[in-house]
Nanobody, 114 residues
């Protein structure tokens, strides 16, 4: 059974940075496209970044130029570097494949506030 464990979330001031990590077990990340999602209270889960097997990336417009998705297949880990954070980035962040095929992890809370 695949397990996803997200970490790295925190309370940060606007303009700050965070690096999220997602470690997978029970699967081999190198075989898959991977994605980061977020869900703010009262909102649907939103996919914000995708990385393919070759490292090509794609982002939702609201995070372009601020977020960077990357992967380390040797560590079965996908990362999300988030810079210039804004209050509207506040959400629980999750990883999965771009069309989610694995059970969701617990997510990691990112709160951007003064």
């Amino acid at each position: 059974q695949v397990q996803l464990v997200e970490s790295g979330g925190a309370l940060v001031q606007p303009g700050g940075s965070l690096r999220l990590s997602c470690v997978g077990s029970g699967t081999i990340f190198s075989r898959y496209l991977l994605a980061w999602y977020r869900q703010a209270p009262g909102n649907q889960r939103e996919r914000v970044a995708i990385i393919d097997r070759d490292g090509i990336t794609n982002y939702v417009d609201s995070v372009k130029g601020r977020f960077t998705i990357s992967r380390d297949n040797a560590k079965n880990t996908v990362y999300l570097q988030m810079n210039d954070l804004k209050p509207e980035d506040t959400a629980v962040y999750y990883c999965n494949t771009p069309t989610p095929i694995w059970n969701w992890g617990q997510g990691t809370q990112v709160t951007v506030s003064t």
